[in-house]
């Protein structure tokens, strides 16, 4: 089982809708959480990271469920600009192993269509 | 302007010349590493460094090596390169100790 999974999509949005999608991590001691967005064979950009109370920023919208290990991706009143690939990002349990190590999903992709 | 610095952009070789991939950042930043990334496998990493002469495995070292002599570079060496690291690479640094908060370099497509 992979340590992060997300639903490689597409998720096929109208401009002006909102779209959501999760990802699920498997180790309960991860600490850190993040959104990364990539173009398509582009370096990915840090969009958001993402906070236990959940946090906002813009139209984007991130939220944590440690309780069933997940954290999910809203995005509200979507632009043809926010076509991408939505990478999840968990950074490991506090050990002398994993500092450092930071586990990438495979990516959410969306599409925005007019 | 702060910025990951990789080259080259692209590079076509062929089994066992070595080779390297060399990464640079101005940013004064501790953390360094190193990413493949394949289709429908996301991006691993292959090696991290959180301070010059500081390196560790990712999850994907096996044919790299790295060094991390000075704080603002970090190349990436393939000494005997094979098909299966045919792939798309990145460097990224991080103000964060732990690597959090990653600024991307804007890969190399490495074909063997």
């Known amino acids: 089982r992979k340590e992060v999974e997300q639903d490689p999509g597409p998720f096929n949005v109208p401009e002006g809708a909102t779209v959501a999608f999760n990802c699920t991590y498997s180790?309960?001691?991860?600490?850190?959480f993040f959104w990364y967005r990539q173009d398509c064979r582009k370096e990915p950009k840090l969009l958001m990271s993402v906070y236990s109370s959940g946090n906002e920023d813009g139209r984007f919208t991130a939220q944590l469920n440690r309780a069933s290990q997940y954290i999910s991706l809203l995005i509200r009143d979507s632009k043809l600009s926010d076509s991408a690939t939505y990478l999840c990002v968990v950074n490991g349990p506090l050990t002398t192993d994993s500092w450092g190590k930071l586990q990438f999903g495979a990516g959410t992709q969306v599409v925005v269509t007019p | 302007e702060a910025q990951v610095t990789q080259n080259p952009r692209y590079l076509i070789t062929v089994t066992g010349k070595k080779l390297t991939v060399t990464c640079s950042q101005n940013m004064n930043h501790e953390y360094m590493s190193w990413y493949r990334q394949d289709p429908g496998l996301g991006l691993r990493q292959i090696y991290y460094s959180m301070n010059v002469e500081v390196t560790d495995k990712g999850d994907v070292p096996e044919g790299y090596k790295v060094s991390r002599k000075e704080k603002r570079n970090f190349p990436l060496i393939l000494e005997s390169p094979s098909p299966n690291q045919t792939s798309l690479y990145f460097c990224?640094?991080?103000?964060?100790?732990?690597?959090?908060?990653?600024?991307f370099g804007s890969g190399t497509q490495l074909s063997v």
């Open positions: 990224a640094s991080s103000p964060r100790v732990k690597g959090e908060k990653l600024f």
């Open positions: 180790n309960s001691a991860s600490q850190s």
